[in-house]
């Protein structure tokens, strides 16, 4: 069984349309993230969940928007998108609030905007 | 600000020994975590330092001296799948994550 799954895995899209990507973790996890990895491969932080309250928002452009139905779930929702989200979206979870948990990562969606 | 920094890319030979540093500058200090990432897949745990010393796993050893802002990654008898991204990262005192960039290292035979 995949402990985080995030579809889809690769996303290519049109300047201006809105599009979602979905993270599912079954590791009974209480946090979750996402983080934008460039093409430069820094890892940015976006967002994470902690018991579906918003407990981290970097300052990410609020086209963005997490959206977390439950406690294993946390989606991304885009809107508007620009060229300069192309980007790999990796979701991850940890047991617990506090980052000094091990993060298990999804397998990360390649989003390309054209 | 706060800052991580690596070395871009490193090349080795296999079977031989590496070491891959990591300097920070954070906020406070609540654990450096070293992260293997192989091209296109995701980021995967290798090791966790919170007090200072060596912690050694397998091939991995991860060592942590705080006073200097300092970790090194250690990779012994290199095969060629160690072929990676090597990430390194520090959860400051408001146990955020900050990332370095990564260094990708090159196996060669």
């Known amino acids: 069984d995949t402990a985080v799954s995030q579809t889809p895995k690769y996303l290519v899209t049109q300047m201006g349309n809105d599009k979602s990507i979905k993270c599912e973790q079954n590791l009974g996890h209480d946090t979750m993230y996402w983080y934008k990895q460039d093409s430069k491969k820094f890892l940015k932080i976006m967002f994470s969940y902690n018991n579906k309250e918003l407990i981290i928002n970097e300052t990410v452009p609020n086209r963005f928007s997490p959206k977390s139905p439950d406690k294993a779930h946390l989606n991304l929702h885009i809107n508007s998108l620009e060229l300069g989200d192309s980007a790999v979206y990796f979701c991850?979870?940890?047991?617990?609030?506090?980052?000094?948990?091990?993060?298990?990562f999804g397998p990360g969606t390649r989003l390309t905007v054209l | 600000g706060q800052n991580i920094d690596q070395p871009t890319e490193m090349t080795a030979t296999e079977g031989a020994i590496v070491q891959i540093n990591c300097t920070y500058q954070t906020s406070g200090f609540n654990g450096l975590f070293w992260y293997q990432q192989h091209a296109g897949e995701a980021p995967t745990f290798l090791s966790y330092?919170?007090l200072d010393g060596l912690e050694e796993k397998g091939r991995f050893s991860s060592f942590l001296s705080r006073s200097k802002g300092y970790s090194y990654l250690l990779l012994k008898e290199l095969q060629m799948k160690d072929s990676a991204s090597y990430l390194c990262a520090v959860c400051d005192s408001n146990y955020q994550l900050i990332w370095g960039a990564g260094t990708k290292l090159i196996i060669k035979p």
């Open positions: 330092n919170v």
């Open positions: 991850a979870s940890s047991p617990a609030q506090g980052h000094t948990d091990t993060q298990y």
